[in-house]
């Protein structure tokens, strides 16, 4: 039994061999090398975009009232805070002596309003809009001061450009206001400010993302202006254009290599008096290395005068 056992396996080998000697003759240059295709993914990097935020007249109210500066960021700070780089529109001064009303024009919110910027993780404020003048130089500066203090960097305002590095990778973040009612240092939307500023960015940075305050109120559709502003802010070197001010989501546009989302809608604000005005999305914004691969906007819907819910 033995021996039969032993026959059957030298038989085995010899065919193994065979087989092997075939395969060899077969190709000359020996047996085939199967070789992995080779994937190369950079890291992804998460840029969060907020629509406007006003912490002024009822949500400034309304913080008084609950005695808790993070109550407008409650339900998302969460969402924000997962941002590799989350940048908002903060569109009114932070003071100290801000009055409490719910009534007019003219907004601010006080101070302690910066813990909920910082409870929900935001990086960069984007102060190029009408309202952050809404106190004069003195309010924009002492905001500046605060946000500084707070570790909140910000862009939108006559200096350097923004410079952030992410994960190895340098952002440039610039913005700039086209509705009346700003004074300087905010920087205006002109061709002059644009080619110049953006330009520079490009020319120093790995990806550059513009905030644009523009368009028409209460419009779902970005007007012409809004349009020629974003083709222009494209070809100087964009890559990103984040856009705000309707206080209604709009559309986006992808132009030749850059993403535009025209418009956010509101995240913070105590507009309850309609449904769009008590929308907004938080942009989220994938990039792997330099390239933008995807785009996700997350609903909210603003509850109580201020508050956005998922």
Known sequence: MVQVKMLVAAIALLMGVAVLTKANLANKAGPQQVTPAVISKQEQ?????????????????????????????????AVLAAGD??????????????????EGMVFCGRETAVKGLTAAGIDVATLANNHISDYGVAGIEHTVKLLHDNAIAVAGLEGPILYKEVKGLKFALLAFNDISG????????????????VSEARRNADVVVVAMHWGAEYSATPDSRQVELAHMVADAGADLILGNHPHWIQSAEQYKATYIKYAHGNLVFDQMW?????????????????????????????????????
């Open 45 to 77: 990097i998460v840029l969060l975009a907020t629509g406007d935020v006003v912490i002024g007249r009822s949500v400034n109210y309304q913080l008084v009232k609950y005695t808790n500066p993070v109550w407008p960021f409650e339900q998302v700070k």
């Open 85 to 102: 780089l989350t940048v908002a529109n903060v569109e009114a001064p932070l003071l100290q002596d801000c009055p409490t009303t719910v």
């Open 182 to 197: 700003s004074v300087p240092p905010v920087l205006r939307a002109t061709k002059e400010n644009i080619d110049r500023l």
């Open 274 to 310: 309609s449904e769009q005005t008590k929308k907004g999305v938080i942009g989220r914004y994938t990039f792997e290395g330099t390239k933008l691969v995807a785009q996700e906007f997350i609903p909210t819907y603003i509850i109580d005068y201020g508050q956005p819910q998922l």
